[in-house]
């Protein structure tokens, strides 16, 4: 099915949450998320700025600082083969599209240093690396 | 006025980032970044688990290495691949599932065992592997989540069927990955097919996030904490506000 992604600040005060949800129409996934204190959950709504299409496998990572906290996932917005899309907290709901041209699936993020590297694998079963847009 | 717009506008386009190709003929990516911004990616590539680093920014990566050597016989799909961490001293820990046993690899779908393999020295070369789950063919495909702190404790959650049912167990190593801690089950049941999650604060305290199980309209996320290093945890709490509409 769908891993849920979840990431903690290094303070261990913030947390976040990102997972696959069905619960506009219980047919196509979009991916949710929440920001929190601890395990304190209050709201949650959708990562992406689009709900066209499917969106799954989300990943999250907080910035080394804990200011930003990013995700990224799957998305099938175009209505052709999924792509990849991110945003950070800092974004204020705005999304990047970060795969090229070739299908691409199951992104993976990390932090540390400045860095903020992302990869993903294609369908021309190549493993693909790009940094976060800073 | 003019020039402010236009500078709006600037920002708001979005220059696709530089791609890089790390390994070809692979999949099933995860990846780790040091304090230095060195990147260490996993990946599965011929049956085999390998690692491929990055000291230049991701401008290039390395030959990859096989860290656990599977013989040609790991086998990826959905979320099943290798995970990866890296600590301080850059000692890189792999895990993956795996079968080794011969009469199991000869049924459609053989039941794997989760195994840890750790680099001394920067993902150049690995030692031999270990296994992870005290009980044999009881995880038999592992779904997993590893993650690791800076002084090189290792925390790996997995779905785990001794039980009867699907369950999230729970072990630490410490030492640098040396010292295996004993295998903690932390809840059941859960989804049999959703790979729960690890998460880790700076002071070395994990939060696991998982989708419960059971005959079900919506299964729910949960995650657990622990304030003392993974040793014990706190109850689950529903992280969802609103059903997910995801049935049995």
Not at chain 2, 136 to 159: N, R, Y
Request: proline content about 6%; charged content about 25%; hydrophobic content about 40%.
């Amino acid at each position: 099915m769908s891993a849920p992604a979840a990431a903690v600040s290094p303070d261990g005060k913030k947390t976040a949450f990102a997972w696959m949800d069905k619960r506009r129409d219980g047919k196509d996934p979009d991916v949710y998320w929440t920001l929190a204190t601890g395990l304190s959950i209050s709201t949650d709504g959708p990562v992406s700025d689009s709900t066209a299409g499917d969106q799954n496998h989300p990943q999250l990572a907080f910035s080394p600082d804990g200011k930003l906290v990013y995700a990224v996932w799957e998305d099938r917005r175009s209505g052709g083969g999924q792509q990849i899309y991110g945003t950070h907290s800092g974004l204020k709901g705005k999304n990047l599209a970060l795969s090229g041209q070739s299908r691409a699936a199951y992104p993976a993020i990390a932090c540390g240093g400045e860095m903020v590297a992302v990869v993903w694998e294609t369908d021309r079963e190549t493993v693909e690396f790009a940094q976060f847009p800073k | 006025m003019k020039w402010t717009a236009f500078a709006a506008i600037l920002c708001l386009a979005q220059d696709p980032p530089a791609l890089v190709v790390v390994a070809d003929d692979a999949k099933q990516p995860q990846v780790a970044v040091d304090a230095d911004g060195g990147i260490y990616v996993t990946f599965l590539r011929g049956g085999n688990i390998q690692v491929s680093v990055s000291t230049d920014g991701g401008k290039t990566f390395s030959k990859p290495v096989t860290a656990i050597d599977s013989r040609g016989n790991a086998r990826g799909g959905m979320q099943r691949g290798p995970r990866i961490g890296v600590d301080a001293q850059k000692n890189v820990y792999v895990s993956a599932p795996v079968c080794f046993d011969d009469a199991e690899l000869k049924q459609q779908y053989p039941k794997a065992e989760l195994w840890l393999a750790i680099s001394r020295d920067g993902g150049k070369t690995f030692g031999d592997k270990v296994r992870i789950n005290e009980v044999e063919k009881k995880a038999p495909e592992a779904l997993h989540w590893l993650a690791v702190t800076s002084t090189g404790e290792v925390h790996v959650a997995w779905i785990d069927g001794r039980t009867g049912k699907p369950a999230v167990f729970y072990k630490v190593f410490t030492e640098a990955g040396a010292k295996p801690g004993k295998d903690l089950r932390l809840a059941e049941p859960v989804c049999e097919c959703c790979a729960p999650f690890v998460a880790i604060d700076k002071g070395g305290n994990p939060l696991v996030a998982f989708r419960e199980g059971g005959q079900k309209p919506s299964r729910e996320i949960f995650a657990m904490r622990s304030t003392n290093k993974g040793k014990s945890f706190q109850a689950p709490v529903q992280v969802n506000r609103a059903a997910s509409k995801l049935p049995t």
